[in-house]
């Protein structure tokens, strides 16, 4: 088979409400189309002329196409939910075709939605989204390149990719989730709220990574126990109100973009893989910055880290590794 690149596209990343309650930036729609074109021109450029892609609403991947010669688009998708789960079929039917390699262009709740569908999928997940704790800053034109030598298996995935870290959760009366960052038990009122976490409200936490330079929990976790992808480990964080007495460290951090706030925290620990927490409802449960499921009163909710996610390419150590494929000796 010819080999392909995937590229799954969320138009509506980094355009949510905290454009209007933070100081987050916006991913316009023109500049994921720049994004896409640029992919599209690097891989092209290192060989690969397929690309299997996902149809949308704003018809990012025809835009960004539309001057571009040589090159075939498979849509692999032909009816639109307008959710998250647009992006877990068209990794469900990637997967199906045997895509090489995919770009996944969003944020972290975008790639979520992706590894829903396709749990091993080997992805590059580029910046369009807010926290973006899981995606990659990356000039789009090289990941482009790496995603080809990768499809074109010129570098050898193993050599250049990590497994993932995912927490699942699991519980009585709903279907098994993931979530690839973390995953929060609050007691909000409503499930899809577009209002900030409330440190009030916020009850555990348990994160795959914990970096003091990024945004939301992950920079919580950070700023008390930092905790990298490559370590085999999970950080688990207990929150009580502001005023609560059992409050050990007050953290400010930036929940946010632009937006710092005092957390209180009881207890933070780091947790090995298959080691399980429980918490019992009534809660929300948030997935990678989303409020998701309500667990009603009662019922136990178990979470645990594994390394049993995507193959997370690294365009580094690809472009090292095949450097040498752009080069033309005398």
């Known amino acids: 088979m010819e080999p392909s690149i995937g590229i799954i596209v969320n138009p509506r990343s980094g355009g949510d409400i905290r454009r209007a309650v933070a100081a987050a930036g916006r991913s316009t ?20 002329t397929h690309f299997n892609v996902n149809y949308e609403p704003m018809q990012i991947i025809r835009r960004a196409t539309e001057t571009i010669r040589d090159i075939t688009l498979t849509f692999v998708n032909d009816h639109l939910y307008f959710t ?6 068209a990794a469900i039917a990637m997967h199906d075709s045997k895509v090489d390699s995919v770009a996944v262009l969003g944020g972290d ?17 580029v910046s369009t989204g807010t926290n973006n704790a899981f995606p990659e800053f990356i000039e789009p034109t090289v990941a482009g390149t790496a995603l080809a030598l990768v499809a074109q298996k010129l570098v050898q995935l193993d050599q250049v990719s990590q497994r993932a870290k995912i927490i699942h959760i699991s519980a009585d009366g709903i279907d098994p989730d993931i979530a690839l960052i973390d995953a929060v ?31 939301g ?13 490559q370590e085999d480990k999970g950080l688990f964080l207990e929150f009580a109100p502001p005023t609560d007495p059992r409050i050990q460290t007050m953290v400010t951090a930036p929940t946010a ?9 009881v207890q933070h620990r780091q947790l090995s893989f298959n080691e399980k927490i429980t918490i019992t409802g009534e809660i929300l449960l948030a997935f990678d910055g989303e409020r998701k499921i309500r667990i009603p009163e009662g019922t136990d909710v178990t979470l645990e880290v594994r390394r049993d996610g995507p193959l997370v390419i690294d365009p580094n150590a690809v472009m090292e590794a095949g450097r040498h494929h752009f080069l033309k000796e005398n």
């Open 217 to 229: 929990f992950c920079s919580i976790g950070g700023l008390l126990h930092p905790l990298t992808h």
């Open 84 to 89: 998250e789960e647009d992006s877990t079929q």
């Open 257 to 265: 973009p632009g937006h710092y706030e005092p957390v209180g925290i």
């Open 185 to 215: 038990a609050v007691a909000d009122s409503y499930v899809g709220s577009l209002e900030l976490f409330d440190p009030k409200t916020m009850r555990i936490a348990l994160l795959t990574r914990a970096d003091p330079t990024s945004i």
């Open 109 to 125: 709740g975008t790639n979520r939605a992706v590894v829903k569908g396709w749990q091993d999928i080997p992805l590059l997940p």
């Open 29 to 48: 729609v023109e500049e994921k189309i720049s994004i896409v074109r640029r992919i599209i021109l690097g891989a092209r450029a290192a060989g690969i």
